[in-house]
């Protein structure tokens, strides 16, 4: 192929002409995907070792799910709240049980559940803790990702994500990831929540110490504090557990689900909690047009009937310790060192070597996606159809560009 074939180029020029720079992707331009691989403009197949930020954790077009949607596409897409349809009680009841929760409320992206959560959380400290007007406190973590509104980048440390948003959102704490006595210190009489990914992600899928959340699960417990688990990349089969924080023998009071939950067809998201906790909502104070909507009632459906079978969860923990195996043989030989659970790994590159941008785009050069952050660090999250042989594979190329 000449380069005159290639549609690549032109179809770069035109996205870098008519978008807003608020990302710089990889000069790959995707038009079709099946399971873990995906097609460009061009022809070429590449290995994707980053589905969607674990939206993708079922792959691409997963059959079942294609069906799902297919069939709600031909009936009812949307009603909003104002109404109810056939398929809300059984993606909420199923979300439900899967989760040990007694209530959902299902959102969109993963952005509005976290905000959803905050809003729960500071109504609950009012409402129910009894802590006066206005003075609710939440306690976050830094190096936090939970998503770009306004408030959440208030409580980011991520100068990328904070600086020139402001002026930024009041009633946050920030403490060190896995520092149990800082965040013994920052609980006050008005703390009604601690808000803290079980794996931080965007951090570079950093694993905390081990005991750090049944110490955080005992603060909350012992300080009438609400524990608000963000299992938005993490939750949903991701680390070879339904949820992350099951490896740490933990249940949260609230779970903020997204990203998977749809399947990687269409936006859903959902808060989980129990009564007490979510029942503190009365009709008029929350709420959002395509929250709960048929179509992604009927996806969500689907993505819980997949995980309630633990299929998926299986091949996780079984082929993320295969991953994990190799990327670990790489110590010492251009990898610093490797961190994560399941089928996610953060890897990072000896920056005598290279960059993490540059890791990516040479491995890019040989078939395989990822996605670099913070410097030399590279994260890999594979869709859980991945197979053995695949994650051979882009471990191989790895070890090759190195």
Not at 360 to 370: H, I, P, S, W
């Amino acid at each position: 192929m000449t380069d005159l074939d290639m549609r690549t180029p032109g179809a770069l020029a035109d996205a870098e002409r008519w978008t807003a720079h608020n990302y710089h992707p990889l000069p790959v331009v995707i038009s079709d995907a099946e399971g873990a691989w995906v097609t460009d403009v061009d022809g070429r197949r590449y290995l994707d070792f980053l589905a969607g930020y674990s939206a993708l954790n079922f792959g691409h077009r997963h059959p079942g799910l294609i069906a799902a949607a297919h069939a709600q596409l031909d009936r009812l897409t949307l009603t909003s709240r104002a109404f109810v349809h056939d398929q809300f009680a059984t993606f909420c009841r199923g979300l439900a049980e899967l989760c040990g929760k007694g209530l959902v409320l299902p959102m969109n992206t993963g952005a509005e559940a976290v905000e959803t959560g905050i809003k729960v959380a500071r109504k609950w400290g009012y409402r129910v803790k009894g802590v006066p007007d206005g003075q609710a406190e939440i306690i976050v973590a830094a190096d936090n990702f939970h998503g770009r509104t306004t408030t959440i980048i208030s409580f980011s440390t991520d100068p990328d994500a904070r600086d020139d948003f402001g002026p930024y959102t009041p009633g946050f704490t920030i403490v060190p990831y896995g520092d149990l006595e800082a965040l013994a210190g920052a609980i006050t009489p008005n703390t009604v929540a601690v808000l803290l990914e079980p794996i931080q992600g965007e951090a570079g899928v950093l694993v905390p110490p081990a005991g750090y959340f049944a110490g955080v699960r005992e603060l909350c417990t012992d300080n009438n504090v609400l524990f608000l688990a963000d299992e938005i990349q993490s939750g949903l089969g991701r680390t070879g557990r339904t949820f992350a924080i099951e490896h740490e023998g933990v249940v949260p009071d609230m779970y903020l689900l997204g990203k998977a939950l749809g399947g990687g067809i269409v936006p859903v998201s959902a808060v989980a909690a129990n009564r007490d906790v979510l029942g503190v909502l009365r009709p008029g104070e929350h709420g959002s047009t395509f929250g709960g909507n048929p179509l992604a009632c009927a996806v969500g459906a689907e993505v819980v009937r997949l995980l309630a079978t633990g299929e998926f969860q299986q091949r996780s923990a079984e082929l993320g310790a295969r991953l994990h195996e190799g990327l670990n043989a790489l110590i010492g030989h251009g990898v610093v060192a490797v961190r994560g659970r399941g089928l996610w790994a953060g890897v990072d590159i000896d920056p005598a070597l290279m960059s993490g941008r540059q890791a990516v785009e040479r491995l890019a050069e040989r078939g395989v996606l990822a996605k670099d952050t913070h410097g030399s660090t590279i994260r890999l999250a594979p869709p859980l159809v991945v197979t053995a042989e695949e994650i051979d594979h882009a471990v191989a190329q790895l070890a090759a560009i190195l």
